[in-house]
Structures are given as structure tokens and as C-alpha cells.
Nanobody, 116 residues
Framework: QVELVESGGGLAQPGGSLRLSCAAS????????VGWYRRTRGKECDMVATVTRTGDSTNYADSVKGRFTISRDNAKNTAYLQMNSLKPEDTAVYYC?????????WGQGTQVTVSS
């Protein structure tokens, strides 16, 4: 049974930064691509960023390119999302999930709120 626990969210001002962490357990983390997804209240689940098994390739939503960076440390079974130059439209619940997830926006999630 896979488990992924997100943390690091909170309140930030526009232009600020946050770093999200995703701690994985219950499976071989390094065998799967991993991604960050977000759901804005009343909206669908959207891909934010993904990274391959070894971290050799990444993919980002157009809305976050140049501002967010996804990374992973397979030795620590952890994925990260560094978020810089935050905008109010980044406000959402952020989720971390592996490539074969049935629902990419499931789990505990971590709330990110960007407001002045």
C-alpha cells in the first residue's frame, strides 16, 4: 500500500517562496515517475510538474515554467517542489503522486495560499 505525505505548504505573499516535500513509503520509490498536482477550489486537478525515475527529465505546466522546480532524492524517498515568485493564482491544494495513480489529486495534500 503506497503512502505519500505532502508538507511545506502555508501562507505566502505574492513574489514569495515555498518548498513542498513529499515523503513516500510502502513501495520502491525509485521505480516510478512522480509528479506534483494541484486543485484550486471548484476546479479540476491540474498537473504542475513531473520528473522521471532517475530525475533526468522534467515537465512543467506552462503557468509555472521558470518559477517552480521539481526534484527528487531517491535515497531519501522524497520529492520536492520549490516554488518561487508565487502568484495569487498558485493558491490551491497541492498533491504528490506516482505515475500510476488512479487520481492524481488524492491524499492529505498541503494547502498553499498566496495573498497580500
Amino acid at each position: 500500500q503506497v503512502e505519500l505525505v505532502e508538507s511545506g505548504g502555508g501562507l505566502a505573499q505574492p513574489g514569495g517562496s515555498l518548498r513542498l516535500s513529499c515523503a513516500a513509503s510502502g513501495f520502491t520509490f525509485s521505480s516510478y515517475a512522480v509528479g506534483w498536482y494541484r486543485r484550486t477550489r471548484g476546479k479540476e486537478c491540474d498537473m504542475v510538474a513531473t520528473v522521471t525515475r532517475t530525475g533526468d527529465s522534467t515537465n512543467y505546466a506552462d503557468s509555472v515554467k521558470g518559477r517552480f522546480t521539481i526534484s527528487r532524492d531517491n535515497a531519501k524517498n522524497t520529492a520536492y517542489l520549490q516554488m518561487n515568485s508565487l502568484k495569487p493564482e498558485d493558491t490551491a491544494v497541492y498533491y504528490c503522486n506516482i505515475e500510476m495513480a488512479v487520481d492524481f489529486c488524492w491524499g492529505q495534500g498541503t494547502q498553499v495560499t498566496v495573498s497580500s
